[in-house]
């Protein structure tokens, strides 16, 4: 039986919905009434220790969707107890959700780095989906103001962004064929990289790119009600991106969904 972790978040609900026909799996969410989907369902949350004891009761493989947004020492614990758990429970595989290698300059990459080599070192066979941005994120950092004025602390960089339905396309792909992907690492960036003068031209003639100052960003995005950890993971994607560390493209993604991936920008339009 393969489970779906993080099931009702925004990845989780577009894995569950390419898997929806399959007899042999289950989703795994917080808060079973968020689910839409015709699979079955059970309470898993990282942060309640009974929950992941009975609700890995006779899975063979675990999507392990990472753990949102939280400090380190949070996701750390979140993702350490539900490896273990799978571990305890006799979970055959477990298939997570990672960040591309391009990110190590990122605020939020210790977590997923710190999962990584704890899986490598658990009794279980893994697969590490190193997971590119999401074309997504970068509309939200990128989205232009009513005037029409897209302002982000991007500089000239460029990011090779990920539709997240093709992540959870690749993810879905991989659950139903995880032995063939025992040991595997795969980096799941985009093949095309688009940075903040591409997305002024892809909203139309009127919106124009204005390269803001971190230091300004910092000061809104603390001042928007954020939480304090939330405020350098804004700032932080956005000088890795500038300063041209995640730009790079690659091909595994087009390998695991055996089609090109779809385009960043139309990802963004949508
Ligand atoms: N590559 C990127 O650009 C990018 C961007 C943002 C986030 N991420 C990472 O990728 C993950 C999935 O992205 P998303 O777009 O689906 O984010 P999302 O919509 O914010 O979803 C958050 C996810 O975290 C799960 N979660 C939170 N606390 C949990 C806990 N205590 N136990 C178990 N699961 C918990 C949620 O599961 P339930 O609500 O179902 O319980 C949900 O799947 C995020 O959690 C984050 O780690 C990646």
Known sequence: MILVTGAAGALGTLVAERLADRADV????????????????RRIDFDDPDTLATGFEGVDVLLMISAGAGEDDTVIAR???????????GVGHVVYTSLTADGDHLPYALPHRWTERRLRESSMAWTILRNGLYAELLAEI??????????APLGEGRLAAV?????AEAAARVAVEAPAHAGRVYELVGEQS?????????????VTYEPEAMSRTRAR???SGAEPFQVPMLVGTCSAIAA?????????LRRLLGRAPRSPISAVLA
């Open 26 to 41: 289950a989703l795994g969410t917080r808060d079973l009434r968020r689910t839409r989907s015709p699979l079955p369902a």
């Open 79 to 89: 993702h350490g107890a539900a490896v273990e758990a799978a571990e305890r429970a």
């Open 142 to 151: 990128a989205a232009p103001s009513p005037e029409g004025r897209i302002t």
């Open 163 to 167: 539709a997240r339905a093709d992540l």
């Open 194 to 206: 688009v940075g903040g003068a591409d997305l002024a031209q892809a909203h139309g003639p009127r």
């Open 221 to 223: 995005v603390a001042a």
């Open 244 to 252: 041209g560390f995640m730009a790079r493209t690659g091909g595994d």
